[in-house]
């Protein structure tokens, strides 16, 4: 059974940076894609970066320049550096796991399973 489980979320202030972590398990495939779902409140569920198995990457546009996804196979997990944070950047975190890579994997396709996620606040 595959199994995700998010770290790092908490509350900064505007400009602030978090680290977020995605420990991954049971998972036994070698394509895969990895990605940072956001959902704040009164909002829908959007992708915020993806990566998969063959190393590539993807960024929501309001994320780019300021988000860094990455992963470090050896310890099943996936990372989101997130800097320059600011209010808009509050929502609940999740972390996401599917089999699919290249173009599916950019758009965030596939995803059938999920962590319970991590709270992300900034203040201003």
């Known amino acids: 059974q595959v199994q995700l489980v998010e770290s790092g979320g908490g509350s900064v202030q505007t400009g602030g940076s978090l680290g977020l972590s995605c420990a991954a398990s049971g998972y036994t495939y070698n394509n895969y894609c990895m990605a940072w779902f956001r959902q704040a409140p009164g909002k829908e569920r959007e992708g915020v970066a993806a990566?998969?198995?063959?190393?590539?990457?993807t960024y929501a546009d309001s994320v780019k320049g300021r988000f860094t996804i990455s992963q470090d196979n050896a310890k099943n997990t996936l990372y989101l550096q997130m800097n320059s944070l600011k209010p808009e950047d509050t929502a609940m975190y999740y972390c996401a796991m599917g089999p699919y890579t290249g173009w599916a994997c950019q758009n965030y396709y596939g995803m059938p399973y999920w962590g319970k996620g991590t709270l992300v606040t900034i203040s201003s």
């Open positions: 990566i998969d198995s063959d190393g590539s990457t």
